[in-house]
C-alpha cells in the first residue's frame, strides 16, 4: 500500500509544485500575461517538440507498432469516437448556446496528452520506454485537432478550409515532432551524441517548463456562471470517462505499458491547446479557459489516485 502511494505520491508532486512555482512567479509581477502567452508557444512548438521526437527516436520502431500497441491505439480510437459521439448528442441537448456547447464536447473528449502522458509515462517507467505514449501521439493528436477545428469552425460560424486543416494538422510541432522522431528511428539514423546532449537537456526542461507556464496562466474568472459546465466536464474528465476506459482495458487483458498510456490519453485534464485555440476562433474562451484551469488543478488528485490504485492491484 505504502509503495503504491509513494508512486503516487512521486508523479504528481513535481507537477504540483511546477504549478505552485508557477502561481508564485506570476503574483510576485516577475512575468506578465504577454510573456507567459509567448512561453506557453514557446514550450509547445519547442521544448516539448525535442522531448516527443526523442521518446519516439530512441523507441524501437519495431516495437511501437506491435500487436499489443495496434490493440491500445484501436481501443483509444473507439474510445474517442464514442466519448466524442455521445458527448455531442448529450451537449446539444443540454446547452442551448452553440459556442458554449463547442467548448464543452472539446473539454470532455480531448485530453492534455503530450503534457501529461509523456511525462507520467517517463516518471513510472524511466525515459526510453514510452513506445506505447509514442505510437499514440503520432496518431491521436493530429485527430483531436481535426476534430477541434471542425467543432470550433463551425460554432464560430467559419468556413473550414481542407487544404488549411490538413495543413494545421501535419504542420502541428507535437505530431510532426513524434512522426520525424520514428522516421529516423525507422531509418535507423544516429544523432551524435555531441547533438543528443543538448538535445536531452532541451527535453529534461520541457515539462518542468511546461507546468510553471501552466500555473502561471491559470485563471478563473466566471466560475459562478460556469460552475455547472466545469463540475460536469471535470468530472467526466476526470473520474467517469478514465473508470469506463480502464475497466475495458483491464477487460481486455492491457496491463503496465497500455494502462499508463491510457491514463494520458483518458484521465488528463482538459488539453491547454483547447484553450488556446477557443481564444483564437472566440468561441467561450472564458470558458475554455475555466475548464483547463479546474480540471488541471483537480487532475493533480485524481491521477495520484488512479496511479495509487492500479499499482496497489500490481496493474501497473
Known sequence: MLDSLYLGVSVVWPLLLYMIAGGLVKKAGWVSDKSLEELNKLVFRFFLAVMIFLNAYLVDIYHVFNQENRRLLLLCLICIALIYTIAKAAAGRLVRDRQRRAVIIQGIFRSNLALYGIPVSAAIYGEGNQGSI???????????NIIAELLLSRAAEQKVSVPGMIKKVFTNPLAAAALLGL???????????????????????????????????????????????????????????????????????????????????FASPAAVSSYTMARDMEVAPDLAGELVAVTTLLSIVTMFFWIAVLRYFSFI
Open 134 to 144: 509514442a505510437a499514440i501521439v503520432v496518431v491521436v493528436v493530429p485527430i483531436y
Open 183 to 265: 522516421l529516423f528511428s525507422l531509418c535507423r539514423i544516429q544523432l551524435p551524441h555531441l547533438l543528443m546532449i543538448p538535445l536531452e537537456n532541451i527535453a529534461k526542461a520541457a515539462t518542468p517548463l511546461a507546468f510553471v507556464v501552466l500555473g502561471g496562466s491559470l485563471t478563473v474568472k466566471n466560475m459562478r456562471n460556469n460552475w455547472k459546465a466545469i463540475t460536469g466536464v471535470s468530472l467526466l474528465r476526470l473520474v467517469l470517462i478514465p473508470a469506463l476506459v480502464i475497466l475495458t482495458a483491464l477487460a481486455l487483458g492491457m496491463r503496465t505499458y497500455s494502462l499508463v498510456a491510457l491514463l494520458g490519453v
